[in-house]
């Protein structure tokens, strides 16, 4: 707030001044007066220690002319940063209404304004001034990009479909991915409406835009499934999955169901063990558990599971094995549990125990200066990483 004063303070006083003298040259108006009264009555609500008042009174006395459209104009910026949206929107709306504007100067304060209605959760007002700023072919990308955030929030993708086509036109750059997206949520919208021949046209459209979207591939698969076709789900979901394999592990249990509804044990024997050997940690592991447990029985998969606990931790593994040898006799148990011993140390020690608060780096040991972003002190220990006394 002071330093808002303290920048406003000198521009109100130019501004009225000159207004002042303006009105002199004009009607010649007697000696002595030539300060604003409104300039006064700010500096009264500064001495009477009410800022917000004297700021709203220089703000008054700021006259709009083509001299001062760049002072409100980053005036009205500046309180939106500080997240005064009703100061910002007031300022703009104010420029707006002047007709002396010039084509380039209204555009600039129309973006303003519709950045203060995004900020102030206004969608519906934003929404019309960027139609609006877009009509007059200046700033249009922001205009549009600002345009595409309020439809993905009202979540009118057809909406987004057409911004992002001009978009695209505007930049030249392909937005494939996104684009894929939307045909997608259109897909699932279709789908829960029943319109499943609309769905289906949706998510060739999908694929059609973006051959490798996981989402879109993982609908069709599903898709393929719901209509009984559980070998063609497999075939897209893996190869889905050789595409892009971090996403692996939310595509592998409806492989595995598809396997188990045809009734594929070895199938789904022979992928499990490929993906164990190729990707570890990816859930592949536990299907693999359940699989021996009905095929050989617990003593077999509580083996398999040490195993794979050996070659590469994680808590899921850990509370499997917990859980299969929690129904052994006691004397098994007491070993089981001091063979979990190295594989909880090892997990210990692999985590990250320290974290920028700042850029999210995370570190095993305490930066005082954290090495990503340079800022003192932000690196911390994150929570459940006790000390070990
Ligand atoms: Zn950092």
């Known amino acids: 707030m002071q330093e808002l004063l303290l920048l406003l303070l000198p521009v109100a006083a ?11 040259r004009k009607e010649n108006p007697p000696q002595g007066c030539e300060t604003s009264p409104v300039y006064f ?14 700021i709203d009174a220089f703000v008054e006395m700021l006259e709009v002319d083509s001299d001062t459209v760049e002072t409100h104009l980053a005036l009205g910026n500046l309180f939106r940063r500080r997240g005064e949206v009703e100061r910002a929107i007031r300022i703009h709306q104010n420029l707006i209404a002047r007709p002396a504007l010039t084509r380039e100067q209204r555009a600039q304060a129309l973006l303003e304004l519709g950045q203060d209605y995004m900020r102030a959760g206004l969608y519906d007002r934003a929404e019309n001034l960027f139609r609006e700023l877009k009509e007059t072919k200046l700033h249009v990308k ?22 992002a086509d001009e978009l695209e036109s ?40 973006y051959r490798g979207c996981v989402r879109a591939n993982h609908l069709q698969a599903q898709f393929a499934a719901s209509q009984g076709d559980h070998r063609g789900a497999i075939r897209i979901l893996r190869q889905t999955a050789e595409q892009d394999a971090d996403y692996l592990p939310e595509i592998l249990p409806e492989i595995v169901s598809n396997l188990r ?5 070895q199938e789904l024997r022979t992928i499990l063990t490929e993906i164990v050997a190729k990707q570890p940690g990816t859930g592949a592991e536990l299907a693999m558990v359940d699989l021996l447990i009905e095929q050989q029985g617990e003593a077999a998969a509580a083996e398999y599971l040490a195993d794979q606990l050996a070659r590469e931790p994680s808590l899921a593994l850990l509370l499997r094995s917990i859980e299969l040898n929690a129904r052994m006799p006691e004397g098994q148990s007491t070993r089981f549990l ?12 692999q985590r990250p125990i320290y974290q920028c608060s700042h850029c999210g780096f995370t570190a095993k040991t305490l930066h005082w200066q954290c090495p990503s972003c340079r800022r003192w002190s932000a690196v911390k220990r994150r929570p459940g990483c006790e000390a070990e006394i």
């Not at 130019?14 to 002199?24: D, E, H, I, T, V």
């Not at 500096?43 to 008042?53: A, G, M, Q, T």
């Not at 595409?148 to 057809?158: A, G």
């Not at 001091?338 to 090892?346: A, S, T, Y």
């Open 338 to 349: 001091e063979g979990l011993r190295p594989h909880i140390r090892r997990l210990l020690d």
């Open 142 to 163: 922001p205009a549009l990009n600002n345009l595409l955030v309020i439809y993905e929030k009202e979540r009118d993708w057809k909406a987004c479909l057409d911004v």
């Open 261 to 265: 509804h045809l009734g594929d044990v």
């Open 14 to 24: 130019a501004s009225g001044w000159l207004a002042a003298r303006r009105s002199a």
């Open 170 to 209: 505007i930049t030249g750059n392909k937005m494939m991915l996104q684009k894929s997206h939307y045909f997608c949520e259109l897909a699932i919208g279709a789908r829960m409406q029943g319109r499943a021949a609309d769905a289906a046209a949706y998510l060739k459209k999908a694929l059609s835009t």
């Open 41 to 54: 009555r700010g500096l009264n609500h500064l001495l009477n220690e009410e800022p917000d008042k004297a």
